[in-house]
């Protein structure tokens, strides 16, 4: 087995620290939760922050992530065919459901958010390209693990953690809801990741009509639901944004 470099492994497990927090960092912190000492937590910090990966708080000392890796991640995210086909119709979308709009993707055991478009309001809202959402219990989610072998198998395989109350964790219960997304062709989360929260999602489909993907709207129950269902308009919607995304793909018509 190859040998890895200790000083990158430290690099990368700092990176990760100041990327799950919410918060600042100081250096005891880093170093504390590293198990370094403050001296090499510090070199390495400072080495981060030259090349941009790492920025410092002037008032504070503390350190956050850097605009260099934006510019990456970006980088990675331009080159991903999906993403570039689907900014269009994702903008469409948001535009004519009036609700946010996420893009993602099969990432280890999770959805990695690809594209995210805001709810065209005037509301508050985070930016969550990057972010990771799970498979089991979103929209988005249940709608890869019923496309893609694999993402049905990392989530059969995973310990499907209660959330809120509506979760479905019990594998047999969660098949019966594929089953259901395989029949209708696409997918619902009810408050089962968030309360208050419901979200609608469809799958995306290349050339060789793989499942590459998933798209869906997100947004307050009260407005995704029409009378206790969800909103028909809505799902055509999103269906609709999925299959013109999958032409542009070459799927052809679904």
Same mark, same amino acid.
């Given at each position: 087995? !190859?040998?890895?470099?200790?000083?990158?492994?430290?690099?990368?497990?700092?990176?990760?620290?100041?990327?799950?927090?919410? /918060?600042?960092?100081?250096?005891s912190?880093?170093?504390?939760?590293?198990?370094?000492?403050?001296?090499?937590?510090?070199?390495?910090?400072?080495?981060? @922050? @030259?090349?941009? +990966?790492?920025?410092?708080?002037?008032?504070?000392?503390?350190? @956050?992530?850097?605009? &260099?890796?934006?510019?990456l991640?970006?980088?990675?995210?331009?080159?991903?065919?999906?993403?570039?086909?689907?900014?269009?119709?994702?903008?469409?979308?948001?535009?004519?459901?009036?609700?946010?709009?996420?893009? =993602?993707?099969?990432?280890?055991?999770?959805?990695?958010?690809?594209?995210?478009?805001?709810?065209?309001? $005037?509301?508050?809202?985070?930016?969550?390209?990057?972010?990771?959402? *799970?498979?089991h219990?979103?929209?988005?989610?249940?709608?890869?693990?019923?496309?893609?072998p694999?993402?049905?198998?990392? #989530?059969?395989?995973?310990?499907r953690?209660? +959330?809120? *109350?509506?979760?479905?964790? =019990?594998?047999? $219960? +969660? &098949?019966?809801?594929?089953?259901?997304?395989?029949?209708? =062709?696409?997918? !619902? $989360?009810? &408050?089962?990741?968030?309360?208050? #929260?419901?979200?609608? !999602?469809?799958?995306i489909?290349?050339?060789?009509?793989?499942?590459?993907?998933?798209?869906?709207?997100?947004?307050?129950?009260?407005?995704?639901?029409?009378?206790?269902?969800?909103?028909? @308009?809505?799902?055509?919607?999103?269906?609709?944004?999925?299959?013109?995304?999958? /032409? $542009?793909? =070459?799927?052809?018509?679904?």
């Amino acid at each position: 087995m !190859a040998r890895t470099i200790q000083s990158l492994e430290r690099a990368a497990a700092m990176l990760r620290l100041l990327a799950g927090g919410e /918060r600042r960092l100081g250096l005891s912190d880093v170093a504390s939760a590293l198990g370094l000492a403050k001296g090499t937590a510090h070199g390495i910090l400072r080495t981060l @922050q @030259q090349e941009g +990966f790492v920025e410092q708080d002037p008032a504070s000392g503390r350190y @956050q992530l850097g605009a &260099e890796l934006l510019r990456l991640g970006n980088s990675y995210l331009d080159v991903h065919e999906l993403r570039a086909r689907a900014l269009v119709w994702a903008d469409d979308l948001a535009r004519s459901s009036g609700e946010s709009v996420y893009l =993602g993707v099969l990432h280890q055991q999770g959805v990695l958010i690809i594209h995210h478009v805001f709810r065209p309001d $005037d509301s508050r809202q985070v930016l969550e390209v990057g972010a990771m959402q *799970p498979l089991h219990s979103t929209a988005l989610g249940k709608v890869l693990c019923a496309y893609d072998p694999v993402a049905h198998s990392e #989530v059969a395989e995973a310990e499907r953690e209660a +959330f809120t *109350p509506h979760t479905v964790t =019990g594998l047999g $219960d +969660f &098949e019966e809801l594929l089953d259901l997304t395989r029949a209708r =062709g696409w997918a !619902a $989360d009810v &408050e089962e990741t968030w309360e208050g #929260v419901a979200s609608v !999602a469809a799958p995306i489909h290349d050339r060789r009509r793989m499942p590459v993907g998933a798209v869906g709207i997100t947004g307050a129950v009260e407005r995704v639901r029409e009378g206790g269902e969800l909103s028909a @308009q809505l799902v055509a919607a999103v269906r609709d944004c999925a299959r013109a995304v999958s /032409r $542009d793909l =070459g799927a052809g018509r679904f």
